[in-house]
């Protein structure tokens, strides 16, 4: 980095770097003092009209960009304690960088996980932003995906689907249409794909309570495939149960949607966890002091099969994909 | 991600997780153990067309990535511990990845710093490499670019300006013509861009005897105008001194190429430090053992004006330039 470079970091990016161990981003590297704790790494990229749009409003996709690592952190139920940026962009722009910054800023200090440090690249092609975060858990306590016993409960926080189809009306595609009279569910699903509600709050419940957990960023049906693949079991779900936002179950019961797109849409950033049964009620508990819904959506069950969704009749869904895919 | 991604993972990048840690790649996160030390961060990424060229071998393009971040551990005196890849790709071409995670697979061996989580994503435009790589110091003691002081001797290792020849001859420029006869010599300096030779047995060396110390990347002139802004002082630099291969003093002498080119040229990957005249002795004996060649090229002294670089006549050298700047 050099000159413009330089005044970019100490305009837009010092002001972010709030940890002591950041050095004021006028070092090469950072420090991260564990105090006895294991520290949680996690890295998640996110590109322009892969991840976001690129009308996107600026400071939503640095919501987007740390938040979506946030939510790792959360579901392996570590706290927060900072994170690098790699930002590519095509031309240092004011007008897109101050919203950039000023939406990152926010939700640094909002969740407690200030800027460590990063690197600034000029490219040619997309914005993209990679970020790692780390987050710390007592030694030997990070949540893995494996762990799940047949006889837990499988619960997820909050409601799938929205991000899907919020993405959709941002195209403009059907939902937009039959939600053409009502902005206000058309702006909350668009929201809702682009900035996440990462379950930071719940973290230290799924620590103290969950076998197993993942974040459900690629859909519901293939994270819960990971997270029985992981764990040797499988699980059987009751799509019903599954907990769906009011603009979502209308969508739904109009046959807009089907239930394939919403558990395999992806970029709910909710957490799905395994919760054994004689825990659930403290996990609840916890969960309602936090002010995190939850919602127990199935059971898991011994076996090496695809989990299996079952309609109000107990009939199995075909679910053609599980999940996104980039390649 | 999801099952193309998956099977990129698998394939090519499980391979390389083998720290503990790492979990195999099976988790979201992986698990950093401090044991005492401070953790060191840094990130670096690259970017075709930028940092590299699109007809690189994708072995060095994967060692480059991940050496530019092991020169900066290795300059502020920390022992590698292991990294993070984001890696943005067109599509999954097995031509192009077998070779990368090869080659990112020997370094990551060679030096010791196991691959411990990532991102795969799809991108439209260039191919990125988004690296955070982690190393340990024992509490408190990571070198810093502050620190040098009035009467510490200025030192670098290796030799300066070879990469910055070795793109140009990539590129097919002056040096390319002025060495059409000697392939060694164009091998060399294309090597010395392709894939840098970062100091980290020379790391516990700093750590030992330098006030300040930075990896030279985007060039000694800037890198080190960077260590005495952050340090308060300034430096006077003997130009014949700066270590020049072979094949640049050659170029240099036939007037091919200016010192201002060699100084501000940039992708060195050197070490530059500031080592207080009391243990500059113990610090070259330290980097005879460690095999790598130091050369004092100036002192540090007081003042805050642009270091100065003087030819073997004791005049200024006009640096139009001190380095390369994204933006």
Redesign the interface.
Known sequence: ?????DS?IVRYLKPLATDPGA?GL?????????AG???????????E???FLPQDPPDTIARKALRVNLS??A??G?APAGF???L??R??DDAWLEPFARGLGEDARLFGCPL???????????L?I?I?A??R?P?GR?V???GAKPGDRVVVTGTIGDAALGLGILKGGAAATALAGDAAAREMLAGRYRVPQPRNALAKAVRDHAHAA??VS??LA?DLAKLCG?SGVSAVIDAPSIPLSAATAALLARGTVGIETIVSGGDDYEILCAIPEDSFEAFVQAAGQAGVAVTSIGMVVAGSSVPRFLDGEGAELALPR??????
Chains 1, 2 share one sequence.
């Open positions: 980095m050099s000159s413009g470079e970019l050095f006028v070092d090469d590297a950072a420090v991260l003092k564990a704790d294991d520290i949680v790494v996690t890295t998640d990229a996110v590109v009209g892969v991840h790792d952190l579901a392996k570590a690098v940026l790699t590519a962009l031309d240092a460590l440090g990063g690197d600034t690249v000029s490219t040619p092609g997309p993209m990679s790692t780390f987050g858990v030694a990070m893995h995906r494996s993942i974040d690629d859909g293939g992981a599980l999940s996104y895919s980039h390649f």
